[in-house]
């Protein structure tokens, strides 16, 4: 395959030409991904003919997000009828310098060919260059310590997984142990692997903080307000995914900012733009928006078992049953108009906190949900330290609206491809 780009980019499919270009520099050609709008998404993908079942790839990005925005490279496997028979997406880390990364897959034993593309959303920036496969040796022995992790990842799962009951372990744990004997990932592949036999869409590993070349938290969020009409207010509300309690803090007064400026005796309709937004730390968005709500049950975590715990605001706190999950450091801006219109925008790339978001904004009877269905990880994740490296997220529970009503990706109430923000269209909502 063409992955150092020095013979051009002919043999790859790019799906957006002007976006996406070669560049030229000092004799070094590399790919360059540019987005320029909050609901941009652009990829390129290339194809070859596997001659073996498993492989490394390994890839150079640089990678600047800006406002929204998430890059990612894929690995695909497709058969003889043109299906897709495995799907892999690694994540990109933010980064002003080259870094070098790498994923193990095996090939199976259906694939007519292999697709590997790049691609890139929101408003970033990307570089990819020296994209390259190799057939990975295969150990016949697996260590000690890949065992260990292993039947300790297998116990967490089997007593706190919420779709514990779908993996079949006489069966994936032999497939899983054979793809420990990649190298060099060796526990890290198999973990994934079990994790993908959940089919829950959200549980992941990920690595620990004090060992992660993430660059540091610094909260750049930036929320987009403006008034379409003196009758309708705009907010849009992106992926925030900090744990710093300041950070936390100055989401929710940028937000609560936002929804007083707007406000006035004349705003009879607010739209929510939660498009893009990926996900993260659902409290401090939550509380930012907390202006809509009154006092009460929000909705529910419900576990394996039945059991719910509800998701409570009471005395400007944000409740998981009786534990705190978040104190609003101030009291909420209340709305002049509490009973006005909401119109909360979604799109399939809405997952995870955002999609929590919009379980609570659905029932409301004052608001409806417009655009694409949802991405569909309906689920809250439990945090699991699985050594001094690594910690496991796990779906351990599934979100329910007020009325106990769950839905694995969220149908719009109202369903359209295409979202015009003028006040007739608007309006045309609520008719």
Request: net charge positive; charged share 25%; proline share 4%.
């Amino acid at each position: 395959m063409n992955g150092d780009f020095n013979k051009g980019i002919d043999s790859w499919f790019l799906s957006d030409s002007t976006s996406i270009k070669l560049v030229n520099n000092y004799n070094n050609k590399y790919l360059q991904l540019n987005t320029n709008e909050p609901n941009d998404f652009i990829y390129a993908a290339q194809s070859f003919y596997p001659q073996d079942s498993l492989f490394e790839l390994k890839y150079k990005t640089k990678y600047t997000p800006f406002s929204d925005s998430n890059a990612g490279v894929w690995v695909k496997a497709i058969d003889s009828l043109n299906s897709n028979i495995y799907f892999y997406v690694e994540d990109i880390i933010p980064s002003h310098k080259w870094q070098t990364s790498n994923i193990n897959f095996k090939v199976p034993k259906q694939t007519k060919r292999i697709q590997i593309g790049v691609r890139l959303s929101g408003i970033g920036n990307l570089y990819i260059d020296d994209i390259n496969t190799r057939t990975v040796s295969v150990n016949q022995n697996i260590d000690k310590q890949t065992e260990n992790y292993l039947k300790k990842l297998k116990f967490i799962i089997e007593n706190n997984a919420l779709n514990r009951d779908s993996i079949n372990w006489n069966i994936e744990w032999r497939h899983a142990l054979k793809y420990s004997k990649f190298t060099p990932d060796k526990y890290y592949l198999s973990a994934k692997y079990l994790l993908s036999k959940l089919n829950d869409n959200h549980s992941y590993l990920s690595i620990n903080p004090k060992h992660s070349s993430t660059p540091k938290d610094d909260y750049k969020t930036k929320i987009i307000n403006k008034k379409i009409t003196d009758e309708i207010a705009y907010i849009k509300i992106p992926p925030f995914s900090s744990s710093n309690s300041t950070h936390i803090d100055s989401l929710f007064y940028d937000i609560q900012g936002s929804l007083k400026s707007l406000d006035s005796n004349s705003v009879k309709y607010w739209v929510i733009d939660l498009r893009g937004n990926y996900g993260g730390n659902v409290w401090p968005m939550l509380g930012g928006l907390i202006s809509f709500f009154e006092e009460g049950v929000l909705g529910y975590f419900e576990y394996y078992d039945k059991s719910r715990k509800p998701w409570i605001y009471k005395d400007d706190s944000l409740l998981k049953d009786s534990e705190l999950s978040y104190k609003l450091p101030t009291k909420p801006y209340k709305l002049k108009n509490p009973k006005s219109h909401i119109g909360v925008l979604v799109d399939n790339s809405v997952a995870s906190s955002a999609e929590m978001l919009t379980i609570i904004f659905k029932p409301l009877p004052n608001s409806k949900i417009i655009g694409k269905q949802t991405w569909g990880a309906t689920t809250g994740n439990s945090t699991f330290k699985m050594d001094d490296y690594t910690d496991l997220h796990l779906a351990t529970s599934r979100l329910l609206d007020i009325n106990g009503k769950f839905e694995n990706k969220i149908c719009p109430d109202i369903v359209t491809d295409e979202i015009i923000l003028n006040a007739a269209n608007i309006k045309s909502w609520f008719d």
